[in-house]
């Protein structure tokens, strides 16, 4: 076989699960092969521009999904080199040690991975160090132990939200320092002028002009491409894995290379599509011994899409705020109950500052309501909040293909009590926090398809456990049925805690990284 098509590792995807795998093999002088179906995201001024970004939609793919009623939709998902990171908010926190385990909802319950809080420990902090993670340990009442602290200091607040952190202690409230995965050297509030990041205010959604943002491509593919051993293919969109006739073991990995056809091998083969493509890819590679898709005898993949149930909301301020860099602050008071309410409600996050573009854009929906509030009035005074909650793995809630390839995803259950109760906390605090008593929807920035388009949380489609008959791999992240095939990226969540997923997707790469480690010897 050439040296050119087998490899000892092939990794499909180069996002937060695939590209830190990447990172951690490459010193090992392995030959590794990167195919990734996207190429570089261009770098250009539209990179800023929140017309272009979120009216244009100019960096989403042009992809139609279905929901379980037939209808189209068009997903919010990304497909460049760093995957989603390439414009996601970097808020990069733990896991909550009860997350690990089982945990009453109103709706149900969320179950207890096979790995514990401590089993991952290790791994967070490596994952911060990695992605230059910004935070304060111990402030957060909710937050588990941490060996060390992080590396990098928390991201200062601007005026208006130190002000809205002392209303938040004064009210009683534990809000913390949002842990952010930023390239900032920061002093007295203002970029340091090495520092990459700039603290301009296009963090959250926009992809970075000046390489600032902590993402996968920067942080993981582009170093570990300085070793001669890896190499990387764009415009590689895998279409299928085959295997040996006993089943075993994935011996061809069939790409489409920029629509001509190529072909790959590996002695390890590693799926990290992200959980909806991964279960798909899986389930396209269906065969005599794997009829329903490859790794899937127990019948899991596809099934348990969880994606956060989410909303975000700008609250008025009756003082102007100018702040630029917003999304610096977070509360988990209400993360595991309330005080009226015994089941979990969610976290309350900070959302990139919105302005006049974006406010023009979602202006229709809610002008009629408050037309007192001219355009120019909200951008200068608006607060932006991310407001997250659990979504219960449900085996009704999952990914299909047909036999052309078309992807439907269903959502037939969604518990929302606990959000509505959360939207309902943040309403009640507008008042003290020196804010008009309303929030305003910010449909732009979630995405009109919300919640079946709301796809930038995806997570559990191929879960992993002690038992093949209910999970799709195995705590190594190796497909139970197969002896070379693993899936490194959100799908093996069992369950995906009220906080944004991906620094525990990190972690989790870099802890297969060390079992891939010693398997290659
Ligand atoms: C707007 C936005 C904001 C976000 N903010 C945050 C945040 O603040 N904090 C946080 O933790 N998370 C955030 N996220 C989520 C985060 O980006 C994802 O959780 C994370 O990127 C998922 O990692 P992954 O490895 O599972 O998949 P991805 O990062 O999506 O990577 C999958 C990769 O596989 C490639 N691929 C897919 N199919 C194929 C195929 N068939 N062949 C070859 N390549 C393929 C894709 O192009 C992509 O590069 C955000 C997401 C979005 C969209
Ligand atoms: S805030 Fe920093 S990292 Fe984010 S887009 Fe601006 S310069 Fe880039």
Redesign the pocket.
Known sequence: MSSETHYDVII?????????LAYHLAPSGKRILL????GYLPREKANWDSRAVFVESRYR?KETWYDQDAKAFYP??????????K???????RFRPEDFGAVRHYAGISPAWPLNYEDFEQYYTKAEDLYHVHGEHGIDPTEGRSSAPYRYPPVSHEPRIQELYDDFERLGHHPFPLPLGILLDEENGKAVHSSACVRCPAF??FPCLVNGKAD?QIICVDPALEHPNVRMITG????RLETNASGRVVTRVL?DHNGAPEEYSAEIVVV????I??A??LLRSANEKHPAGLANSSGVVGRHYMRHNCSAFMAISKNPNPTVFQKTLALNDFYFRSADWEFPLGEIQMLGKSDGEMINGEAPGWAVWKPEFALDFLAEHSIDFWLQSEDLPDPANRVTIDSEGKITLALEHVDLEGHHRLTAKLKEMLADIGCHDQLISRELYLGKDIPIGG?????GTVRFGHDPKTSALDLNCKAHDLDNLYV????FFVSIGA?????T?MAN?LRVGDHLLERLG
Do not use: K
């Open positions: 499909i995807g180069t996002g937060a699960g695939g590209g830190t195919l990734e179906r996207g793919a919010g998902i990304q497909y460049y080199v760093g995957g989603n990171t414009v996601f908010g970097a808020a990069l926190l959250d959604g996968a590689a969109y895998v279409r790409v990290s599509c992200g959980a493509n991964s798909t890819l796809t930038a949380h995806q997570a490194v990226d959100a799908s906080v944004n997923p991906s620094l997707i790469a």
